[in-house]
């Protein structure tokens, strides 16, 4: 194979613990705003670190447990008896949230964080003794003192930092521009996460292959859902040179790849196909969180008095580079997309996404281990009325198949638990679509049983109302040819 054949070298994943800030999701802050009421019964249903800790759908995502295992053990899975975990590494961390602000308040490179100089005392050894976290750290944040902070929250102005349930405000998020939408103290929460959320998962990445450092790395690819702007241009910002430079990637520069939950996958095409051309040699595509998202479906929860299950932000991260011999390959020959002219029909998009591109490359079904989209944990979704998504989405795509002589139809019942993956994903859109599964694909790809696992993601471009059409896009990984000569199945 030419040298200048992308591969995925090693893929992360973080999941941030953060209960004290559901009540700023998008959601949550609207329902306190209309009924303050709201406030109080949302931190009685907060769940604590241990309990997200030992929340099977959590152990998935950081790959302490298979996705196999959301089929063996029956739903309610937030009140179950934490697992023993597999053997094999974990893809990444589960970060308290006292950590995370801390690391809010250093990645603040304006200083509208400020945090109580206490906190900071408390935080600033943990954050040192995490291998982790501890490369981050390299500057000292804004520190009011308590009698300082209370000021600052009397004056207004902003947003006060809380620790899951607890009563009394850790820090302060004070308006970048009072006068300027993009620029206010919810905005700049928002975007803080995401940059501090996705450097993180750059971090690991490192800590997944140690020959894989961040100062290497020569482009980022944010696919995150962030909007980094100011009022004359909104959304037209570049958060991923943010993270690359709060990252430590000082040889790379980056720009952002919009698509809403589609994303991901169009940053892994266009970051692999800036590798096979010879432009860089080593990209990283990186997904950070979504706060607005966080406590989407609190009301639902606490109607059927289960704990607030959104309480968790999640990042990705993928190191894509030449051919090294061993890693999974992208090909780029097999990349699926959804032109104009397909329309907006579900139906439509899968034909063009999934069956257009396995005809073009002579694969059949049978040949594809497993097939990758939404992966929405359904625990969050079942009980406000959403309804199993990857469920939904196995059936749909299993008729589609069988609609096009692709499969036969008494193999739509069994496609998903033969071809598909189970949810557990939280509610972070583009994390969920597909891209959440890239490290274990990489794991089975390099030591498990899989030879090709195909990544597919759709999105609503309506949300911004400019159209009523969707997007997608599909991508293939295989195993390596010579993984395979050298019996590298195991």
């Given at each position: 194979?030419?040298?200048?054949?992308?591969?995925?070298k090693a893929a992360s994943a973080i999941l941030i613990h953060s209960p004290g800030l559901v009540r700023y999701g998008s959601k949550p802050s609207r329902e306190i705003a209309a009924r303050p009421s709201r406030l109080k019964e949302l931190l009685g249903r907060l769940r604590s670190?241990?309990?997200?800790?030992?929340y099977l759908p959590n152990d998935v995502f950081l790959g302490k447990q298979s996705p196999q295992r959301l089929f063996e053990i029956d739903r309610p899975w937030f009140n179950r008896p934490p697992l023993r975990a597999n053997e094999s590494l974990p893809f990444g961390?589960?970060?308290?949230e006292e950590r995370f602000l801390g690391l809010l308040a250093v990645a603040d490179v304006f200083k509208h964080v400020h945090l109580l100089d206490r906190f900071w005392e408390d935080v600033k050894p943990r954050l040192d003794q995490s291998r982790l976290c501890k490369p981050l750290v390299r500057v000292v944040p804004a520190l009011l003192t308590r009698e300082q902070l209370r000021c600052e929250i009397d004056r207004g102005g902003g947003l006060p930092l809380f620790v899951g349930a607890d009563a009394e405000p850790v820090g302060w998020v004070r308006h970048g521009n009072a006068e300027d939408g993009s620029l206010t103290a919810p905005i700049l929460l928002e975007n803080l996460c995401c940059k501090v959320s996705a450097a993180l998962a750059v971090r690991e990445i490192s800590h997944q292959d140690s020959k894989l450092r961040v100062e290497d790395a020569h482009f980022v690819l944010s696919c995150s859902e962030e909007a980094v702007?100011?009022?004359?241009q909104r959304g037209g910002g570049n958060l991923a040179k943010a993270i690359a430079e709060f990252a430590g990637c000082?040889?790379?520069s980056g720009v952002d790849i919009k698509d809403f939950c589609a994303a991901p996958i169009p940053a892994m095409v266009i970051g692999a196909a800036m590798v096979q051309s010879g432009v860089v040699e080593n990209?990283?595509?990186?997904?950070?969180?979504?706060?607005?998202?966080?406590g989407m479906k609190f009301l639902y929860h606490l109607e059927k008095g289960i704990p607030v299950l959104e309480d968790v932000q999640a990042a990705i991260a993928a190191w894509i580079g030449r051919d090294d011999g061993k890693s999974p390959v992208l090909n780029l020959a097999g990349v699926g997309r959804h032109p104009v002219q397909s329309g907006a029909g579900m139906d439509q998009q899968l034909k063009a996404i999934v069956v257009e591109p396995l005809e073009r490359l002579k694969l059949d079904v049978a040949g594809v281990d497993k097939f990758v989209s939404e992966l929405h944990n359904p625990e969050v979704t079942i009980p406000?009325?959403?309804g199993d998504v990857p469920e939904r989405n196995y059936r749909m795509l299993?008729?589609?198949?069988?609609?096009?002589?692709?499969i036969g139809r008494g193999e739509i019942a069994e496609f998903m638990s033969k071809k598909g993956v189970p949810g557990y994903v939280p509610t972070q859109g583009h994390i969920a679509s597909a891209f959440a599964y890239l490290p274990h694909a990489l794991r089975g790809l390099t030591q498990g049983e899989l030879r090709r696992c195909f990544l597919f993601a759709r999105a609503s471009l309506f949300l911004g109302q400019m159209t009523q059409l969707g997007d997608g896009m599909s991508l293939l990984l295989e195993r390596h040819p010579q993984a395979i000569s050298t019996g590298g199945v195991h």
């Open positions: 194979m030419s040298h200048l054949q992308p591969v995925v670190f241990a309990q997200a800790e030992n961390e589960l970060v308290e702007g100011d009022r004359y000082g040889l790379a990209v990283i595509v990186v997904g950070g969180s979504s706060l607005p998202k966080l406000a009325n959403g299993a008729a589609v198949l069988a609609a096009c002589g692709k």
